[in-house]
C-alpha cells in the first residue's frame, strides 16, 4: 500500500534551544493532528540580548500521512 502525505509549517520557539524548540512544536502540532510522521527543519533564527542567545526559533515542516477513505 502507498501513503499520500500533506506537509505543514510550523515555527517552534524556545529559551532551551532548537531540540526544545521543535519538540514543543511537533508536541503542539499532535493535540489536534493524527498521524504525524516526519518532520524536517527549514530555518533557525535567534534573539541575542547582551551578547548571549535569549530566545531560539525553528521553521520545521511536518508530514502527516493522510488516512484512507
Sequence with gaps: MSNVYKKIELVGSSRDGVD????????KAGETMRNLDWFEVKEIRGWIQDG?????????Q????????
Excluded at 548571549?52 to 520545521?60: A, D, G, I, N
Excluded at 511536518?62 to 477513505?69: I, K, P, S
Design 52 to 60: 548571549e542567545p535569549q530566545h531560539t526559533q525553528v521553521t520545521l
Design 20 to 27: 526544545d524548540a521543535i519538540r514543543r512544536a511537533i508536541h
Design 62 to 69: 511536518v508530514g502527516f500521512r493522510l488516512e484512507d477513505d
